[in-house]
């Protein structure tokens, strides 16, 4: 029956913001949009459960509609909610199955990296990839490292306990198997400001699951991952760090929220790196940085738009002598997670993106930044820029 | 002036009016029924629709636990659509007397009612949202009825079947001759005056009929009570809550379509107040209150709307008067044997649920007035709309292509019907009321087939403007689909019928106006005066009485 801990649909007074902000909403007649998905179906849902609409798939969990709303209706919520509890689905799923695996594609593919990385791009693999398992042929996919974050890590675990003051790195698949560059970028800049890395045992936060319905599976690396993370706040500095927005969302309150988790152990000593850096910056503690002479131009994620965390990135970016920053206006780049990897929603992912990619023609700039690195890949792939993390950003202006 | 030959003359649409058209018109005789206002406009759209298993009188009134139930199993049958099978529980809380439950269980088991006692836990799984600390359940077959939808498929049924319907037309005379009753005479909206002849005329009023009877000189007093209501935004409830105890105020909750409603407070008022009649404060504090105690969530949820009805209680000598403990027993009345005037029958009394009862025995006494021989057939015969058993999956497969929700919501409301009202072409669908899923194509089957003249009228075919925002993002597409697709008569500007539904949708937010709600009708406002500048656009044409908000 009704899911008494999410009523915040009540609370909605029809005005219909939300639908405007939904990128999904304005790109595809497919979708009706936040409202009619959310509150309005609410309370069709609440009064048979097969009035579920099935265009509810549509919606990419990007949170940009709670972000419009006046009466704080967690809209995107509901949606997945929604989406997983009344929608049946076939069990059989194998691309979504190893798409939302992150963690077991990523350790397979990390030991052939070279080869994973070949084999991938070759068009006869996309071609059959398209036609077996619905992965459309023109997306990029990111590449593998070659050997993970983890085990660079445990090479110099020992220096780090070498610091004091130390925080503990979540450091998510993506850094782990695709883009080890950013986590050993993250240890240099902290370790320039005197702060120590912790890494522990963690599983995908679970925003990929979540995503392809695996919600059973999300709790289970969620618990796994509170238990694992406040187990480790006791031997240093009890905050929690990621460099990826999404992580630090899942972290934070897909867990609570969605999941119906408590997370309280790790709720407010999470936050996302530049949060982080932000406070540290306003103590005092600014790492000695030498002029970059670079121009980018900022994309703001959407997830960390929702967790409220963009203005801490655009402050550091601005303390970074010699960036000539332009802002963008804030778009959805519509890759949302795994949805650009699915045949089915290519297209309207495309098209919520174009908005963005034009944005980032006409900024001109040398590098684009953004926290994110799925928007990152999406931006890479439809635009002729390199996208870098804003960490890797202050790690190349460090003297 | 137009003059109309019958057989038969029925005044009021009501429930009771509406079957008593149909049941003739399945006779074969030729029939027209007078409502001064909108099918169910009276008493019939202002109850809380609940399908009684007859439990709630077991105790008191076995003669109308008896008709419940019998009319339960029928109506299930031939109005299926219009009727949820939800199942009903009867709860005893803490502070109320332990007795009455065995009394209760003991009176279904005479009146012949599946009553079955249930353990706390069993409740709790077939109603989770139930006050944690009730002490005993007992399960009842109780249901929900739709009114609007039972009223308009009656009509649409007797309409098919060759009788003249007439809304908007008020009875104002009727007309005697000698010892006889010929007609009546009646005055169509904008003063058409209309006189109907026929050789017999059935006064199913409801609480009007002491003012029909006074028409034709004759006597019969009405015991108005009247009865408020609360609607919560959602679906609070799956199934009928009842407490377990001596009838009284506040002790219902009842699911109907999205919402839920809570009922109801009992006030004696006078006979010259029908007109004029108004939810008050303290009633609507006694029906959260103690609905609260039934669903604790109450209290967090949004309140819609509150509205009131007038129970039409006949005082017939030998029956005890005054507030819920006179029964609610049908009354039939032969005024000829009565008070010595030939050719007019009176009913009232009863329930929604006993509607089709009360038409069966009108109509009876009709044709035996009339020398006819005609079977009744309605209670095998069924509705428009509940033809063949509905399976929402059938059709909502049938209407790939169509939002799902789109689908169930018109089957839900009209039943098979559905077929004559989605089409797979875009603009059929179109959604005008997003909160009750009404397409642009429902509305125009509304407007071309179901005897439809203003948005109110609308809003009880297809429950447009009856969610959440009460109308706040519906009623001006509907009053443009007015202009396109209404009914020739366009004396009527559709700003004015846009704002004449907004009045009415305000008159029944008004006594609620607190949390969400007021947000909401902030918003309206805003919309409609601060954008549109709808108060300020001025209408030649009069208003009517206030007739205190509407469910
Ligand atoms: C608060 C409340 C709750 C109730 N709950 C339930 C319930 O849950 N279940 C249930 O089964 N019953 C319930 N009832 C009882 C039920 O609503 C009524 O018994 C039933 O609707 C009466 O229908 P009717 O057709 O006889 O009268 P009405 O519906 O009142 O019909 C009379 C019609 O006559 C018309 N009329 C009047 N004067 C004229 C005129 N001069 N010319 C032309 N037309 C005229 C009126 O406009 C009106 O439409 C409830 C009643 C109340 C008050
Ligand atoms: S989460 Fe994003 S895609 Fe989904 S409804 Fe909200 S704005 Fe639209
Ligand atoms: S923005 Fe919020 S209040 Fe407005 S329609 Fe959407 S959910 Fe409702």
Sequence with gaps: MINLENISFDHCIKCTVCTIYCPVARNTHLFPGPKQSGPDAERLRIKNPRLVDASLKYCTNCKRCEIACPSNVKIADIIQDAKWKYTRVFWFRPRDFFMSRTDLAGSAATMFAPLVNFVVSLTIVKLLMEFFLRIPSARAFPTYNNGTFTSWFKKIRGHQGGFKNRVTYFHGCFVNYNKRSLGEDLVRVLNSMKIGVDVVREKCCGVPLIANGYLTRARKNARYNIASLSEQKKSNSGIIVTTSSSCAFALKHEYANLLGLDNSAIYSNTEYITKYLFDRFEDGNIPDMKPVHIRAAYHAPCHLERLGGVMYTIDILKRIPGLDLVILNSECCGIAGTYGFKKEYYKVSQDIGQHLFKLIDRANPEYVITDCETCAMQIEMNTQYQVIHPVTLLAMALK | ?551
């Design chain 2, 1 to 551: 002036m137009r003059t109309i030959e019958t057989d038969v003359i029925i005044i009021g649409g009501g429930a009771t009016g509406a079957g008593t058209v149909r049941d003739l018109s399945l006779r074969g005789i030729r029939a027209v029924l007078v409502e001064k206002d909108d099918i169910a406009f009276g008493t019939t759209g202002r109850n809380h629709g609940l399908l009684h298993s007859g439990a709630r009188y077991a105790v008191n009134d076995l003669e109308s636990a008896r008709e419940c139930i019998s009319e339960n199993r029928i109506l299930k049958k031939i109005a299926a659509h219009c009727i949820e099978d939800t199942g009903g529980l009867f709860v005893t809380l803490p502070e109320d007397e332990r007795t009455y439950h065995d009394r209760l269980l003991e009176g279904c088991r005479q009146a012949g009612i599946k009553a079955e006692e249930i353990s706390a836990r069993e409740a709790f799984s077939i109603e989770p949202n139930l006050n944690r600390s009730i002490i005993r359940a007992i399960k009842v077959p109780d249901g929900t009825i739709d009114p609007f939808r039972l009223a308009a498929s009656n009509v649409l049924d007797a309409v098919e079947h060759g009788a003249l319907i007439l809304t908007h037309t008020r009875v104002t005379g009727v007309i005697v001759e000698g010892t006889r009753v010929a007609g009546i005479t009646c005055e169509k909206d904008p003063g058409e005056l209309i006189n109907i002849r026929g050789r017999l005329v059935i006064n199913a009023a409801g609480v009007w009929g002491q003012h029909i009877c006074s028409l034709a000189g004759i006597e019969l007093t009405m015991y108005p009570s009247k009865g408020s209501m609360v609607i919560i935004d959602y679906r609070i409830n799956g199934v009928v809550v009842n407490r377990c105890r001596k009838p009284s105020d506040g002790d219902i909750i009842v699911p109907g379509d999205t919402v839920s409603l809570i009922g109801t407070t009992s006030k004696k008022i006078d006979y010259d107040k029908i007109e004029y009649l108004n939810v008050d404060d303290d009633e609507i504090e006694v029906l959260l209150r103690d609905g609260e105690k039934l669903i604790p969530n109450l209290s967090r949820t949004r309140v819609l709307r509150a509205y009131c009805g007038v129970r039409p209680l006949v005082d017939t000598p030998g029956k005890q008067a005054g507030g819920r403990s006179i029964s609610r027993g049908i009354v039939l009345i032969d005024h000829e044997e009565r008070d010595g005037l030939e050719g007019l029958l009176t009913i009232a009394g009863g329930k929604l649920m006993t509607y089709r009862l009360m038409a069966e025995m009108a109509s009876d006494m009709t044709c035996l007035k009339l020398g006819i021989k005609a079977e009744c057939s309605t209670h095998k015969q069924p509705l428009p709309g509940s033809e063949t058993k509905i399976s929402p999956k059938k059709h909502i497969r049938a209407f790939t292509g169509i939002p799902e929700s789109v689908v169930g919501s018109t089957l839900y409301r009209h039943g098979q019907r559905v077929r004559n009202i989605l089409k797979k072409d875009k603009k059929n669908y179109r959604i005008i009321c997003e909160c009750e899923m009404v397409t642009e194509g429902e509305v125009e089957y509304a407007l071309k087939n179901l005897n439809v003249k203003d948005i109110v009228d609308l809003r009880r075919r297809t429950r447009i403007g009856m969610g959440p925002c009460q109308g706040e993002l519906c009623a001006y597409r509907a009053a443009g689909l007015f202009k396109e697709l209404g009914p020739g008569n366009q004396s009527v500007k559709s700003s004015q019928l846009l704002r004449d539904f907004l009045e009415e949708r305000w008159k029944g937010i008004k006594p609620v106006l607190w949390g969400d709600s007021l947000r909401e009708a902030e918003f309206t406002y805003w919309i409609y005066q601060g954008l549109f500048g709808l108060g300020d656009i001025d209408f030649t044409k009069r208003h009517g009485p206030d007739e205190g908000g509407d469910r």
